[in-house]
Structures are given as structure tokens and as C-alpha cells.
């Protein structure tokens, strides 16, 4: 896939060199997109080029703050509580700190960039149908604009619909229903789980049937189409031959990538991180700069999202100033322990909903603890070492934990101090939290704070897992409480949780029929894919966003409404259209 992407992008630079030494419009080779796309090769560039959009919502900012924010996990990182402009402050919208705008750029990048995706899909469906190209590979974009266009659905509503590829600007335009959209979603999953392969590595970044079943899966519980959700659930996981890690935390190590059991789909990010020539950066959607213009924000920043920036703030005992001179000389900002954009923080009740005592997935999901990672603490000056005795780089210089209680050893930062009686964030403190360890990627190289230039930064290269085996589990589980069988529910979860038990504690984490309810299943895919790009979802399609983001994220209690059931269409788009009218923004916007 990388090959045809690189083959694609040197025929555009060749052509625009060529034009530019003629200083005329003039095309020396004959080869237009056009005719070059309806060959064999091109083709294959078609379909590797058509997955490329999907790395502008996986692994980026905006995805995140689309899927994440404004939930009943996730309230706003303190550098993001008065953001007014940037990533972050689009990002402070979607957690509704201040109203969603028409004009917020994440919303607008989101919709060109689905829309990319699907336009790619229609082009190369009509081109391998046509051409009689391999049917797999077909199905592979029939897939695709399925997946896309659930996420426009979802985001935005009845909205702009079309099966046909076009490369003229759209001038006028009509709105479709939901329910129109569905009937093509539904209908590409067929069509896909009739030709595409039985198997597919998910390193290869490619679906497989099975892939294709456990997203229609996701499809059939959001309509409402309980027994063949669970079906096909079902289906998924006795035949196709995926399996539960017995190690939660393993699944997000970067020495295990690639052969995760229970992986059905990723989007893949390359493991070639040179600013010149590396993937990440040619293919990086946004292109940021470093602080002297040096380099670019890489295809993965996942792992800058959910996590504190550890190297100062209260985490300082009270008996040390302050001061640069002391953060310098203790904690150094680095990639690898989380040098935080912060801009999500875990809500109480996201942090209450796991039982660490039984559970592995809190451990396994979240870091706690964090090394002394400046070689300068070692050295005889420094006031770390005077104040507590550390000799040794690399020792445990924080614990940020639930209830964490201080040591002589080490400074320790009680996340529930963050939090006031009522349940909201305290933020008149510089509060930390551990960082999810999800998107973490240990092969970053360490910056500072000032010289993160050259060093790969935020340059990631792992791949962001879009649907795993355990969601097919939890998919049979609902399915089951609405179909009214909650032994049967509770059957399926139990294997589930049995998987995720700490060694030897798991009776203590079997559940019963009459646990088994809506709520008990949001509270079980909290707990196993919070930070996943799904809890908006997952809410919105239980009819329970409002409710429980009253109830368990008072930051934005008083904000939420039902509006923010769907996303502000962009202004861009309404006004680039001549019949406005026909095409109105969503309501409350």
C-alpha cells in the first residue's frame, strides 16, 4: 500500500515539474489521473490512496475530540479550559467549554476529509467494476465507504449523499435521510462480506470478511436490528478466528504490534519516521511545525491527548520552589512519559468505574507511575536529590494514582484532590492525571523543553486498533439485554471479564443476569475501550448522551443539550452552495 501511495504522489511531482520547465500547461507524458487510474497498477494506487482519509479522524486530534469529548469519561485538560483558538480550542468546543461553532476548523477538516474518502470509494468502485478488476478489492472500497459514511451519518444527520464519483464542484446540493444512507451502508457490508477474503492480518491494514461482519455487527445494534446484531457477533467470534489477549496491557505495547489476536481492523501508521522521507510525514494530514519551523506533526499524535505535563505544577513538593532551575534539574518534558497537550482529563466517574483490586484494565489502561527521567537529578546540586535522597536516574520520582498516598521515596499525587464534593474538576489547581497508556508509542525519541526539534516528537507510528474481538462480545451482550435473554447476556460478558481478571480474582469478577442492563454495558465498554474513538457513539446510539453526562460529567452538565446530538454542519459548505435553503444548517446551530 505504501509502494502504490509513494508511486502516486512521484507521478504528481513529476507532472508538475514538467509543467513548471515548459512554464506552459503541457503534458509530455499523456498520463492523466483518469487514464492512469483505469489501469492495473493504478487501480491498486486507487484503493491504497482510498484508506489514507481514515488518518485524518484515527490518531489525530480531532477524531479524538469528535468521538471522546463531551462524554460521560472525558472532561476538558486544563490547557484546553480556556483555548480560544488553534486545535485547542476546537477541541474546547466539542468538550462544550464554549458553543460549537459553524466555523470550528476540526468540524470542517472532518467532513472534507470523509467526504475525500468516499468521492476515492465511488471513483474506484465505478473503475473496478467496469474494468473487471479484482473483485476483493472492490469490496475493500465498498467497506470503506460504508465505514465513512457511518461516520457522517452519525455526525452530522441527514446530510450529503451520492453513489457516483465527481471531480466538479458541488454547486448545489440536497440533504438525505439517515435512513436512505443506512440502506447503502448495509448494502455495501454485504457485497463486502461476500468478496473479501476469509482472513486478513490486520497489519496489512486491510478487512477481512470477518472484518466486514463485526462492523455490520455495529451497524445492526446502532439500527436497532438486535438479533442479527448478535448473529453476526456471534459469528464473529466462534469462526473467525480471532482471540482475547490474556494481557490487557499487552495489547497496546509497540513490541506487539502487528500480532495482536484480537484485532479485526486498524488504521496502520508507518514504523518509518524520518521527517525527509518517512511516511509520517508525507502522508501527515496537518503538517504542524515544531517551535523553529523544523519538521512536521507525524501521522499518529494520539498519544499526546490523555496525559499530564508531569514536570512541574503541584506535582513539586511544597517544600522546593517553583522554579525552572528545579524542573530542569528533576523532570524533563519527554515523548515517552507523556509530554501532554492535556486535553482531556478523566472524569470522576471514569476513574471510579474501574475496580483496580479485581480488574486489570485500569492498570492496563492508564500510567501511574513516572521515572526520573533528567540525568541532571543525579547530580550533587540538584534539590530532588537533597530533598529525598535519589541517587539513581531512572528511579520513581511520581505516583499519580487514585488514592495515591505519599512516600518518602517518591512524590505522589492523589487524582480524587482534583475533583470537588459535587463531582467537578477543581480547576483553580494544576491537576495531573495518569496518562492512558493506549496511544503511547515507547519508541518516540526523549525531548526537552527546549529542543524538541529533530527528534521525532510527536512522530508515531502505531496504529490505531478501529475494532477488536471484544467489542463483538459486548455487541452479543446488548443485543441479548434487548432481546430480553440477560442469562444469555451475562454469559457473554463473563467471558469477557474473565479474560480482563487480574490473575486468580476471576470469580470475583463474574456478573449476573440481573446485572445485566444498558447501563451496566456502557459502564463495561467504558472500562474496556475508553479512549477508543467510540463512547460518543456508543451513547448517542443508546439514546443516553444527555443523561449521563448530566449525571457523571458536571463540568458541562448545564451545557449539553440536544443539539449536540449531531455536529454544526460546516458554514463552508452551505455557503458554497446556490440552494441554501434546501441544504439548512442542523438545528440549535
Known sequence: ???????????????????????????????????????????????????????????????????????????????????????????????????????????????????RGINLCNLGIEIGSSKGFSPPRVAELKFLRAFYYWHVAESWGDTHFSTASTNEPITKDYKTKVEVIYE???????????????????????????????????????RGKWQEAKNLADDVIANGGYSLTSKYLDLWKMEKQGSQTEVLFAVNFSSNASFSTGY??????????????????????????????????????????????????????DVRNGRGFNRHFPTKF????????????????????????????????????????????????????????????????????????????????????????KHADSTRLTGTNTNETGNGMVNSSKDVFVIRLAEMYLISAEASIQLGNLSDAANTVNILRTKR??????????????????????DERAREFAGEYLRWFDLKRTGKLIERVQKYNPDIADKISSTHLLKPIPLAHILSITNPNDFPQNPGY
Request: charged content about 20%; aromatic content about 12%.
Open 280 to 333: 509520517n510525514k508525507d502522508n501527515n494530514p496537518f503538517g504542524y511545525s515544531y517551535d523553529n519551523g523544523i519538521g512536521t506533526r507525524g501521522d499518529n499524535g494520539g498519544h499526546l491527548m490523555f496525559c499530564p505535563n508531569y514536570q512541574g505544577y503541584d506535582t513539586i513538593p511544597t517544600q522546593v520552589s517553583q522554579t525552572a532551575s528545579f524542573i530542569s534539574t528533576v523532570m524533563q518534558r
Open 184 to 222: 447503502q451502508i448495509f448494502k455495501d457490508l454485504d457485497e463486502a462480506i461476500e468478496n473479501l477474503p476469509a482472513a486478513a492480518p490486520y497489519k496489512e491494514g486491510r478487512p477481512s470478511k470477518f472484518t466486514a461482519k463485526a462492523f455490520k455487527a455495529r451497524m445492526c445494534l446502532t
Open 350 to 437: 471514569l476513574m471510579d468505574v474501574y475496580n483496580e483490586k479485581i480488574d486489570q484494565r485500569y492498570y492496563g489502561s492508564f500510567q501511574t507511575v513516572y521515572k526520573l527521567n533528567n540525568p541532571k537529578s543525579n547530580v550533587a546540586n540538584s534539590p530532588y536529590k537533597k530533598m529525598i535522597g535519589k541517587t539513581l536516574y531512572k528511579d520513581t520520582a511520581i505516583v499519580i494514582d487514585k488514592n495515591a498516598l505519599n512516600s518518602n521515596k517518591y512524590y505522589a499525587v492523589d487524582i480524587y484532590k482534583y475533583y470537588l464534593p459535587d463531582g467537578k474538576t477543581n480547576y483553580q489547581k494544576n491537576f495531573l492525571c495518569p496518562s492512558l497508556v
Open 501 to 522: 481478571a487480574i490473575p486468580g480474582k476471576e470469580v470475583d469478577m463474574q456478573v449476573s443476569a440481573a446485572d445485566m442492563n444498558i447501563d451496566f454495558i456502557l
Open 1 to 115: 500500500m505504501k509502494k502504490y501511495i509513494v508511486i502516486n504522489s512521484l507521478i504528481g511531482i513529476l507532472l508538475l515539474v514538467s509543467c513548471k520547465k515548459l512554464l506552459k500547461e503541457t503534458n509530455p507524458s499523456g498520463l492523466t489521473a483518469e487514464a492512469y487510474y483505469t489501469t492495473a497498477i493504478g487501480f491498486e494506487t486507487l484503493v491504497a490512496g482510498a484508506y489514507q482519509p481514515a488518518k485524518w479522524w484515527y490518531g489525530q486530534e480531532e477524531g479524538l475530540a469528535f468521538t471522546e469529548a463531551g462524554t460521560d469519561l472525558w472532561t476538558v485538560g486544563q490547557l484546553a479550559t480556556t483555548a480560544t483558538s488553534g486545535t485547542a480550542g476546537e477541541c474546547a468546543q466539542l468538550q462544550f467549554v464554549a458553543p460549537i461553532s459553524t466555523l470550528n476548523a476540526s468540524i470542517l477538516r472532518e467532513w472534507t476529509q470523509l467526504y
